[in-house]
């Protein structure tokens, strides 16, 4: 059985990653980075979804990007917008998708695993420079010169199934694939119980991307008077 690593954090597009994954065949090693997120429940949802989906194994990685501050998501002194903004977003993690595909290509080269796969996409998205294809391309090229199974010809691949796919695209695939979107956490902000705020961007495209696919939406919110987002 073919080796991957996919980086699951928790949020839907992760998981629907993950079920493809599994789908196409791969024994899959699940990696979760604690990178000093705001909250622990996407990481509980991830074990969930590791679970669930029949992850050969799930590491959590720590990974305190805190130390360096710069985002919305690793800075508690930096608010979550709760309304859409102009450009790129402050919940942008610096470099954020480099750093976690390098951890997981160092795993994937330990394990002999050499195909990585990773949930970004570049349509229903907040912007972010790192999940676009051009980005894709150019961490595959980087994968093949900066290790021993790519120099020895042993090529890595790394896959991005959802990168054009609109957010109703995604959970009409993962629902098809039967995942239980139940157990996943896409808020910037949820609770300790993994309630969802509805307000920030991520909750924003996650109720429209269910709207727009004509699925229920089994997203628990944090509180009675938040709006949601149709
Ligand atoms: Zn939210």
């Known amino acids: 059985m073919k080796k991957a690593v996919v980086l699951l954090s928790g949020g839907l597009d992760s998981a629907t990653v993950l079920a ?21 429940a996407e990481l509980q949802a ?3 979804v590791a679970e669930q989906l029949g992850a050969a194994e799930h590491r959590l990685f720590p990974l305190g990007l805190g130390a360096l501050g710069g985002s919305a998501l690793t800075d ?8 859409a903004t102009e450009g790129i977003p402050v919940t942008y993690v ?10 997981a290509l160092g795993w994937a080269e330990i394990l002999g695993a050499r195909h990585l796969f990773i949930g970004v996409n570049a349509v229903d998205y907040s912007g972010y420079p790192d999940c676009r294809p051009e980005f894709i391309r ?23 199934p959802l990168i054009q796919l609109t957010k109703a695209q995604i959970i009409r695939l993962g629902a098809d694939l039967g995942l239980d979107y139940a157990a ?35 997203t628990r919110y944090a509180q009675t008077q938040t709006k949601k987002h149709p």
């Open 138 to 160: 150019a961490f595959q090229n980087l994968a093949n010169l900066a290790t021993k199974a790519g120099v020895e010809g042993d090529r890595i691949q790394i896959h991005a």
């Open 46 to 48: 991830a074990q969930r």
């Open 76 to 83: 508690p002194a930096i608010q979550v917008p709760q309304i």
């Open 94 to 103: 610096p470099a954020r998708n480099t750093i976690l595909l390098s951890i």
């Open 184 to 218: 996943t956490v896409s808020c910037y902000q949820a609770d300790p119980q993994g309630r969802a705020c509805g307000q920030c961007d991520s909750c924003r495209l996650r109720a429209q991307g269910f709207a727009a696919a004509g699925l229920p939406d089994p």
């Open 20 to 40: 493809v994954a599994r789908r196409q065949g791969y024994q899959c090693h699940a990696l979760s980075l604690d990178y000093g997120q705001r909250h622990s």
